[in-house]
Protein backbone atom coordinates (compact mmCIF):
# COMPACT_ATOMS: atom_id res chain seq x y z
CA UNK A 1 0.00 0.00 0.00
CA UNK A 2 1.09 3.51 -0.69
CA UNK A 3 -0.40 5.66 2.07
CA UNK A 4 -2.70 5.45 4.96
CA UNK A 5 -5.23 6.69 2.99
CA UNK A 6 -4.84 3.70 0.58
CA UNK A 7 -5.73 1.77 3.43
CA UNK A 8 -8.67 3.32 4.76
CA UNK A 9 -10.66 2.96 1.71
CA UNK A 10 -10.24 -0.86 1.29
CA UNK A 11 -11.10 -1.04 5.02
CA UNK A 12 -14.29 0.74 4.58
CA UNK A 13 -15.00 -1.15 1.20
CA UNK A 14 -14.17 -4.73 2.48
CA UNK A 15 -16.69 -3.46 5.39
CA UNK A 16 -19.51 -3.71 2.75
CA UNK A 17 -18.34 -6.35 1.41
CA UNK A 18 -18.20 -8.69 4.58
CA UNK A 19 -22.05 -7.81 5.12
CA UNK A 20 -23.50 -8.56 1.35
CA UNK A 21 -21.12 -11.08 0.32
CA UNK A 22 -23.75 -14.03 1.14
CA UNK A 23 -25.86 -12.25 -1.31
CA UNK A 24 -23.64 -13.34 -4.00
CA UNK A 25 -21.36 -16.37 -3.10
CA UNK A 26 -24.15 -17.88 -0.69
CA UNK A 27 -24.47 -18.19 3.11
CA UNK A 28 -21.15 -20.16 3.74
CA UNK A 29 -18.91 -17.50 1.97
CA UNK A 30 -16.28 -15.89 3.68
CA UNK A 31 -14.13 -12.56 2.83
CA UNK A 32 -10.48 -12.60 3.62
CA UNK A 33 -10.04 -8.78 4.03
CA UNK A 34 -6.65 -9.08 5.15
CA UNK A 35 -5.43 -10.86 2.22
CA UNK A 36 -6.44 -8.29 -0.67
CA UNK A 37 -4.14 -6.86 -3.77
CA UNK A 38 -4.55 -3.81 -5.20
CA UNK A 39 -3.34 -3.72 -8.90
CA UNK A 40 -2.87 0.17 -10.53
CA UNK A 41 -3.25 0.30 -14.52
CA UNK A 42 -3.49 4.03 -16.09
CA UNK A 43 -7.18 4.57 -15.62
CA UNK A 44 -8.17 2.34 -12.77
CA UNK A 45 -7.48 0.66 -9.47
CA UNK A 46 -8.71 -3.16 -8.89
CA UNK A 47 -8.92 -4.37 -5.41
CA UNK A 48 -8.57 -7.95 -5.31
CA UNK A 49 -11.06 -9.74 -2.05
CA UNK A 50 -10.67 -13.22 -2.00
CA UNK A 51 -14.02 -15.50 -1.28
CA UNK A 52 -13.99 -18.75 0.34
CA UNK A 53 -16.98 -20.69 -0.84
CA UNK A 54 -18.91 -24.09 -0.64
CA UNK A 55 -17.35 -24.62 -4.05
CA UNK A 56 -14.25 -23.23 -4.02
CA UNK A 57 -12.14 -20.11 -3.89
CA UNK A 58 -12.79 -17.28 -5.94
CA UNK A 59 -12.16 -13.66 -5.89
CA UNK A 60 -14.45 -10.39 -5.98
CA UNK A 61 -12.92 -7.30 -7.84
CA UNK A 62 -13.34 -3.93 -7.14
CA UNK A 63 -12.92 -1.12 -9.72
CA UNK A 64 -12.14 2.28 -9.15
CA UNK A 65 -11.49 4.90 -11.65
CA UNK A 66 -8.59 6.89 -11.64
CA UNK A 67 -6.89 9.45 -14.05
CA UNK A 68 -3.21 8.24 -14.93
CA UNK A 69 -1.82 11.63 -12.36
CA UNK A 70 -4.30 10.09 -9.77
CA UNK A 71 -1.61 8.41 -6.87
CA UNK A 72 -4.27 7.55 -4.60
CA UNK A 73 -7.39 5.94 -4.19
CA UNK A 74 -8.93 8.21 -1.77
CA UNK A 75 -8.04 11.13 -4.43
CA UNK A 76 -9.95 8.83 -6.94
CA UNK A 77 -13.07 9.17 -4.92
CA UNK A 78 -12.98 12.94 -5.30
CA UNK A 79 -13.16 13.21 -9.13
CA UNK A 80 -17.06 13.80 -10.01
CA UNK A 81 -16.04 13.19 -14.04
CA UNK A 82 -14.77 9.25 -12.68
CA UNK A 83 -18.49 9.15 -10.77
CA UNK A 84 -20.53 9.39 -13.68
CA UNK A 85 -17.79 7.13 -15.69
CA UNK A 86 -18.93 4.58 -13.11
CA UNK A 87 -22.38 4.81 -13.34
CA UNK A 88 -22.26 4.58 -16.87
CA UNK A 89 -20.31 1.72 -16.43
CA UNK A 90 -22.38 -0.36 -14.70
CA UNK A 91 -25.93 0.43 -16.32
CA UNK A 92 -24.09 -0.81 -19.15
CA UNK A 93 -22.83 -3.63 -17.96
CA UNK A 94 -25.95 -5.06 -16.59
CA UNK A 95 -27.23 -4.76 -20.32
CA UNK A 96 -24.29 -6.50 -21.46
CA UNK A 97 -24.80 -8.98 -19.13
CA UNK A 98 -28.15 -9.92 -20.05
CA UNK A 99 -28.01 -10.03 -23.79
CA UNK A 100 -24.76 -12.75 -23.11
CA UNK A 101 -27.21 -14.34 -20.91
CA UNK A 102 -29.79 -14.50 -23.45
CA UNK A 103 -27.32 -15.16 -26.39
CA UNK A 104 -25.94 -18.35 -24.00
CA UNK A 105 -23.11 -19.15 -26.50
CA UNK A 106 -20.05 -21.56 -25.70
CA UNK A 107 -17.76 -19.17 -27.09
CA UNK A 108 -18.49 -16.14 -25.33
CA UNK A 109 -19.27 -14.19 -22.01
CA UNK A 110 -19.16 -11.64 -20.46
CA UNK A 111 -18.03 -10.00 -17.31
CA UNK A 112 -20.82 -9.96 -14.20
CA UNK A 113 -20.87 -6.80 -12.13
CA UNK A 114 -22.64 -7.66 -8.91
CA UNK A 115 -23.24 -3.81 -7.84
CA UNK A 116 -21.92 -0.32 -7.79
CA UNK A 117 -21.18 1.33 -4.21
CA UNK A 118 -22.16 5.19 -5.35
CA UNK A 119 -20.29 6.46 -1.66
CA UNK A 120 -16.54 4.84 -3.31
CA UNK A 121 -17.56 4.90 -6.78
CA UNK A 122 -16.66 1.17 -7.17
CA UNK A 123 -18.10 -2.08 -9.06
CA UNK A 124 -18.01 -5.01 -7.92
CA UNK A 125 -17.82 -7.89 -10.21
CA UNK A 126 -16.87 -11.37 -10.23
CA UNK A 127 -13.19 -12.49 -11.55
CA UNK A 128 -13.13 -14.30 -15.10
CA UNK A 129 -10.52 -16.94 -14.55
CA UNK A 130 -8.38 -16.95 -18.28
CA UNK A 131 -5.59 -16.02 -19.52
CA UNK A 132 -5.56 -12.85 -21.99
CA UNK A 133 -5.57 -13.42 -25.72
CA UNK A 134 -2.24 -11.90 -26.20
CA UNK A 135 -0.79 -14.43 -24.42
CA UNK A 136 -1.66 -17.11 -27.19
CA UNK A 137 -0.27 -14.34 -30.17
CA UNK A 138 2.83 -14.28 -28.18
CA UNK A 139 3.58 -17.45 -26.91
CA UNK A 140 7.05 -19.30 -28.07
CA UNK A 141 4.82 -22.42 -29.63
CA UNK A 142 3.09 -19.55 -32.67
CA UNK A 143 6.87 -18.69 -33.73
CA UNK A 144 7.79 -22.34 -34.16
CA UNK A 145 4.49 -22.44 -36.29
CA UNK A 146 2.82 -25.08 -34.65
CA UNK A 147 0.07 -26.09 -35.99
CA UNK A 148 -2.14 -27.13 -32.91
CA UNK A 149 -1.11 -23.11 -31.48
CA UNK A 150 -1.85 -21.49 -34.96
CA UNK A 151 -5.31 -23.23 -35.56
CA UNK A 152 -6.19 -22.54 -31.20
CA UNK A 153 -5.37 -19.11 -32.00
CA UNK A 154 -7.51 -18.48 -34.93
CA UNK A 155 -10.55 -20.35 -32.59
CA UNK A 156 -10.26 -17.36 -30.17
CA UNK A 157 -9.84 -15.31 -32.64
CA UNK A 158 -13.48 -15.73 -34.16
CA UNK A 159 -14.89 -15.89 -30.56
CA UNK A 160 -13.92 -12.60 -29.94
CA UNK A 161 -15.14 -11.61 -33.27
CA UNK A 162 -18.48 -13.35 -32.57
CA UNK A 163 -18.00 -11.28 -29.27
CA UNK A 164 -18.28 -8.07 -31.08
CA UNK A 165 -20.74 -9.23 -33.41
CA UNK A 166 -23.51 -9.31 -30.46
CA UNK A 167 -22.20 -6.32 -28.83
CA UNK A 168 -22.45 -4.37 -31.85
CA UNK A 169 -25.85 -6.03 -33.02
CA UNK A 170 -27.74 -6.35 -29.94
CA UNK A 171 -26.20 -3.46 -27.47
CA UNK A 172 -24.77 -0.77 -29.24
CA UNK A 173 -27.65 0.94 -30.78
CA UNK A 174 -26.74 0.56 -34.55
CA UNK A 175 -27.98 2.96 -37.09
CA UNK A 176 -27.36 3.10 -40.75
CA UNK A 177 -25.74 6.62 -41.23
CA UNK A 178 -23.55 8.46 -44.23
CA UNK A 179 -20.24 7.85 -43.64
CA UNK A 180 -18.89 10.61 -41.33
CA UNK A 181 -16.39 12.27 -43.50
CA UNK A 182 -15.36 15.11 -41.19
CA UNK A 183 -15.24 13.12 -38.13
CA UNK A 184 -12.89 10.57 -39.66
CA UNK A 185 -10.89 13.61 -40.77
CA UNK A 186 -10.35 15.16 -37.50
CA UNK A 187 -9.18 12.23 -36.19
CA UNK A 188 -6.83 11.47 -39.38
CA UNK A 189 -5.39 14.63 -38.20
CA UNK A 190 -5.07 14.34 -34.55
CA UNK A 191 -3.34 11.08 -34.97
CA UNK A 192 -0.88 12.18 -37.07
CA UNK A 193 -0.48 15.56 -35.49
CA UNK A 194 0.56 13.20 -32.15
CA UNK A 195 2.70 10.83 -34.29
CA UNK A 196 4.77 13.63 -35.24
CA UNK A 197 5.43 15.23 -32.39
CA UNK A 198 6.11 11.80 -30.57
CA UNK A 199 8.29 11.22 -33.39
CA UNK A 200 10.20 15.12 -32.84
CA UNK A 201 9.67 15.37 -36.63
CA UNK A 202 11.37 12.35 -37.18
CA UNK A 203 8.46 10.54 -39.26
CA UNK A 204 6.81 12.51 -42.32
CA UNK A 205 3.79 12.25 -41.96
CA UNK A 206 2.25 14.38 -44.99
CA UNK A 207 2.56 11.00 -47.54
CA UNK A 208 -0.17 8.93 -45.47
CA UNK A 209 -2.23 12.40 -44.87
CA UNK A 210 -2.40 12.75 -48.78
CA UNK A 211 -3.01 8.77 -49.19
CA UNK A 212 -5.78 9.08 -46.58
CA UNK A 213 -7.31 12.42 -47.86
CA UNK A 214 -7.83 10.79 -50.71
CA UNK A 215 -9.70 7.65 -49.66
CA UNK A 216 -12.01 10.20 -47.39
CA UNK A 217 -13.29 11.59 -50.22
CA UNK A 218 -14.01 8.28 -51.78
CA UNK A 219 -16.06 7.68 -48.75
CA UNK A 220 -18.67 10.00 -49.10
CA UNK A 221 -21.36 8.45 -50.32
CA UNK A 222 -21.09 5.67 -48.34
CA UNK A 223 -23.44 4.17 -45.95
CA UNK A 224 -22.16 2.78 -43.20
CA UNK A 225 -23.43 0.94 -39.63
CA UNK A 226 -22.53 3.47 -36.84
CA UNK A 227 -23.23 2.53 -33.41
CA UNK A 228 -21.84 2.69 -29.66
CA UNK A 229 -17.84 1.30 -29.68
CA UNK A 230 -15.96 -0.47 -27.19
CA UNK A 231 -13.19 1.42 -28.04
CA UNK A 232 -10.05 -0.11 -26.93
CA UNK A 233 -10.66 -4.01 -28.79
CA UNK A 234 -7.51 -5.41 -28.46
CA UNK A 235 -5.71 -8.99 -27.37
CA UNK A 236 -4.52 -7.46 -24.22
CA UNK A 237 -8.65 -6.70 -23.48
CA UNK A 238 -9.67 -10.11 -24.43
CA UNK A 239 -9.77 -12.71 -21.76
CA UNK A 240 -9.73 -16.46 -22.66
CA UNK A 241 -11.46 -18.69 -20.05
CA UNK A 242 -10.58 -22.21 -19.21
CA UNK A 243 -13.36 -23.27 -21.07
CA UNK A 244 -12.20 -21.15 -24.22
CA UNK A 245 -14.77 -18.68 -24.45
CA UNK A 246 -14.22 -15.13 -24.91
CA UNK A 247 -14.52 -12.43 -22.23
CA UNK A 248 -13.88 -8.68 -22.97
CA UNK A 249 -13.02 -6.47 -20.67
CA UNK A 250 -12.40 -3.07 -19.68
CA UNK A 251 -15.11 -0.96 -22.23
CA UNK A 252 -15.03 2.52 -22.10
CA UNK A 253 -18.74 2.88 -23.71
CA UNK A 254 -18.44 6.82 -24.14
CA UNK A 255 -17.67 6.87 -27.65
CA UNK A 256 -19.88 6.75 -31.31
CA UNK A 257 -18.93 5.58 -34.43
CA UNK A 258 -18.41 2.99 -37.35
CA UNK A 259 -18.70 -0.54 -36.43
CA UNK A 260 -14.66 -0.67 -38.69
CA UNK A 261 -13.19 1.00 -35.62
CA UNK A 262 -13.60 -1.47 -33.36
CA UNK A 263 -12.58 -4.64 -35.96
CA UNK A 264 -9.46 -2.20 -37.22
CA UNK A 265 -8.15 -2.31 -33.39
CA UNK A 266 -8.32 -5.94 -33.37
CA UNK A 267 -6.58 -6.78 -37.11
CA UNK A 268 -4.25 -4.83 -36.96
CA UNK A 269 -3.00 -6.19 -32.92
CA UNK A 270 -0.86 -8.87 -34.59
CA UNK A 271 1.12 -7.04 -36.88
CA UNK A 272 1.99 -4.28 -34.07
CA UNK A 273 3.18 -6.23 -31.29
CA UNK A 274 6.90 -5.73 -30.20
CA UNK A 275 7.67 -9.00 -30.99
CA UNK A 276 6.67 -8.36 -34.68
CA UNK A 277 8.28 -5.40 -35.04
CA UNK A 278 11.28 -5.97 -33.75
CA UNK A 279 11.88 -9.54 -35.90
CA UNK A 280 11.05 -7.66 -38.76
CA UNK A 281 7.71 -9.44 -39.72
CA UNK A 282 9.30 -13.06 -39.14
CA UNK A 283 7.26 -13.60 -35.90
CA UNK A 284 4.06 -14.58 -37.25
CA UNK A 285 4.57 -15.09 -41.08
CA UNK A 286 2.61 -12.21 -43.46
CA UNK A 287 0.51 -15.57 -44.91
CA UNK A 288 -1.01 -16.70 -41.02
CA UNK A 289 -1.49 -12.64 -40.53
CA UNK A 290 -3.93 -12.81 -43.22
CA UNK A 291 -5.59 -16.07 -42.44
CA UNK A 292 -6.06 -14.64 -38.61
CA UNK A 293 -7.88 -11.74 -40.60
CA UNK A 294 -9.91 -13.72 -42.67
CA UNK A 295 -11.25 -15.39 -39.22
CA UNK A 296 -11.94 -12.36 -37.90
CA UNK A 297 -13.81 -11.07 -40.68
CA UNK A 298 -15.74 -14.36 -41.40
CA UNK A 299 -16.99 -14.68 -37.41
CA UNK A 300 -17.94 -11.09 -37.66
CA UNK A 301 -19.50 -10.51 -41.36
CA UNK A 302 -20.57 -14.27 -41.99
CA UNK A 303 -22.00 -14.18 -45.15
CA UNK A 304 -22.89 -10.36 -45.39
CA UNK A 305 -21.44 -7.43 -47.14
CA UNK A 306 -18.82 -4.59 -45.85
CA UNK A 307 -16.51 -1.76 -47.34
CA UNK A 308 -12.96 -3.02 -47.63
CA UNK A 309 -12.02 0.65 -48.21
CA UNK A 310 -13.73 1.77 -44.69
CA UNK A 311 -11.87 -1.15 -43.10
CA UNK A 312 -8.52 -0.63 -44.65
CA UNK A 313 -8.99 3.44 -43.22
CA UNK A 314 -9.48 2.36 -39.88
CA UNK A 315 -6.56 -0.05 -40.19
CA UNK A 316 -4.41 2.37 -40.74
CA UNK A 317 -5.19 4.80 -38.60
CA UNK A 318 -4.61 2.23 -36.08
CA UNK A 319 -1.58 1.17 -36.85
CA UNK A 320 -0.24 5.59 -37.60
CA UNK A 321 -2.34 5.50 -33.95
CA UNK A 322 -0.08 2.27 -32.27
CA UNK A 323 2.97 3.95 -33.98
CA UNK A 324 2.50 7.42 -32.15
CA UNK A 325 2.39 5.43 -28.97
CA UNK A 326 5.87 3.46 -29.81
CA UNK A 327 7.34 6.44 -30.81
CA UNK A 328 6.28 8.10 -27.43
CA UNK A 329 7.50 4.90 -25.62
CA UNK A 330 11.22 5.80 -27.16
CA UNK A 331 11.42 9.57 -26.17
CA UNK A 332 11.21 8.80 -23.01
CA UNK A 333 14.01 6.47 -23.03
CA UNK A 334 16.79 8.01 -24.41
CA UNK A 335 19.79 6.37 -25.56
CA UNK A 336 21.43 4.60 -28.19
CA UNK A 337 19.80 1.37 -28.26
CA UNK A 338 16.31 3.11 -28.72
CA UNK A 339 17.59 5.08 -30.92
CA UNK A 340 18.18 1.47 -32.35
CA UNK A 341 15.20 0.26 -32.38
CA UNK A 342 13.43 3.81 -33.05
CA UNK A 343 14.64 2.79 -36.37
CA UNK A 344 13.68 -0.16 -36.90
CA UNK A 345 10.34 0.37 -36.07
CA UNK A 346 9.99 3.05 -38.06
CA UNK A 347 10.90 1.12 -41.06
CA UNK A 348 9.07 -1.76 -40.02
CA UNK A 349 5.63 0.96 -39.94
CA UNK A 350 6.58 1.97 -43.61
CA UNK A 351 6.75 -0.83 -45.25
CA UNK A 352 3.37 -2.03 -42.60
CA UNK A 353 1.05 0.47 -44.18
CA UNK A 354 0.89 0.32 -47.59
CA UNK A 355 -0.73 -2.76 -47.00
CA UNK A 356 -4.07 -0.68 -46.00
CA UNK A 357 -3.14 3.10 -47.92
Request: aromatic share 10%; proline share 3%.
Amino acid sequence: MNGASDQTVVNSIAGVLEKRIHEWYGESAVLDSNSFSLRRYPYSFFIGFPIKTSTGDQTLLVKIHRKPNIATLAEALTTNRLRELARNEYEMSQMIWRVFEEENSPDCQAVQYLDHLEEWNALLMREVKGKMLKEYLLHPSLAVRSPKAMEQLLSFLSSAAHWLRIFHRRISGLQTAVFPVEEAGQWMKEVLSKLQLNSNGQVDVAPYQRALERTLESLRALTISIGLLHSDFHFSNILITSEGSACVLDYSLNYRGPIYFDLATLLIDPQTRKAQILTGGWFLTSRFVQTCRQSILNSYFGSESYSENVLNFYCALAVLNKWSADEADFAIRPGVVNSLLAQMTRRYYAELLPLYL
